[in-house]
């Protein structure tokens, strides 16, 4: 069974640990990080792109996190990240994802503001709950975003939109970027503690992948709950095969359940790496 996002962020909110947000990209990486987070008893949430979704189609992934979550005694979710297209919204919430990241920081606040309260009211609809954003978070992702340094909007907007919208889980710009590091990332841990000493809400810190234990801790103490983890993964399950396809070169044996099954070991290490970096290891 799923867990709605709100009741797997606030224990980890409550008592400053964060729930690693694991993008994958296939059934083997699925099934994976879910093995390393029953492994270690950590709450996960699954994260898919939308260039995913439309790769495998919501109903195939859909199905596959079913009959991989049918029996799990861990509290997982199901997440849309960076989503700007709400036809693909609505598709994810009518299948059956738990929660989606509404992500208009490309649209003037306002008009971001307004169109996150119905996204918001379409989500309560399903049961489901709502990420936001309003400032770019650099760096390149699945195809989205840009390297540009984002506008930061004030505290004052800030508020105001998540007084506005009620979203479950707010995504600002913290000095973090997606993908690989280009230099050696500048956080601005402040902005955390002064959002939610104002607005207490689970804080979402994305471009994980990079990130020293010390960053993750420091953003963790002060209300990010919600780490997402891409990048990492990626490198994982491409850089493990190709370490195990060089051997079935040199062997001049090929046989694709074993190459998957190296593959799905550095997966599930680097969920339960996440896992207890995070202090979320022996929480569910
Ligand atoms: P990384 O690829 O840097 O880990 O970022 C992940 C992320 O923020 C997904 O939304
Ligand atoms: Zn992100
Ligand atoms: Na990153």
New binding site residues.
Partial sequence: PTTPLPEILAPAFAERYGVPAI?VFNELSMAAVLEGAVEVRSPLIV?TSVKTVKQMGARTLFAIWESLTRDIEIPVALHL??CPDRDVITECLETGWTSVLFDAHELPVEENQRQTIEVVAQARKHGAAVEGEIEA?T?V?DGLGTDAPSERQTLDVQLRYLEATGVDVFAPALGN???AYKEAPVLDFERVSAIVEAHPVPIAL?????LSDEQFKEMIARGTAKV?????LKHAFMKSGLEYLKECEASDKWEPVKLFDVQARAMRELAMDMANTFGSAGRA
């Fill in positions: 993008n994260q990240d960076h978070i760096g992702e970027a997606h993908g994305h471009g994980g992948s990079g997402n983890i891409s990048t990492a």
